[in-house]
């Protein structure tokens, strides 16, 4: 495990169409600002808001081969950032099941935290998500 406590984590995800083919993507940080893991994978046919859910617990998964400190995330979906803070109800079936599995991993941190960015600053998350799903696309 990483001595660094602290890990700044920017995830997206995205469909084309809603529900459409979908893809996600996430840049992991340590506490310096130096690019520790970035993931993309496509994840088949899901909505916008899936993806974006499926971002933050892959991104999770991932951070936690490295440390169990504080974890700061950046997205550029308000809906989701107000959904896992739990200051929006989450009413959809699919997100409640991401939501929990999230939760779930959020057990294993010392403190996590979100927080909505403007789409600008997350460009390479989102480019993330557009390879993966053009990888899939063209196979």
Excluded: C
């Amino acid at each position: 495990m990483s001595k660094i406590s602290l890990h700044i984590i920017y995830t997206d995800g995205g469909a084309r169409g809603n529900p459409g083919p979908a893809g996600i993507g996430y840049v992991i940080y340590d506490q310096d600002r130096k690019i520790v893991v970035e993931g993309k994978k496509y994840i088949g046919e899901a909505t916008n808001n899936q993806a974006e859910y499926t971002a933050v617990l892959e991104a999770m998964r991932a951070v936690k081969k490295i440390t169990t400190g504080e974890l700061t995330f950046y997205m550029d979906s308000e809906l989701v950032m107000s959904q896992l803070s739990q200051k929006y109800k989450i009413k959809n079936l699919e997100l409640r099941k991401l939501f929990v599995q999230i939760w779930n991993e959020s057990q294993s941190f010392k403190k996590v935290t979100y927080h909505h960015i403007p789409r600008e600053q997350n460009k390479l998350a989102d480019s993330l998500v557009n390879q993966a799903i053009d990888v899939a696309q063209k196979n």
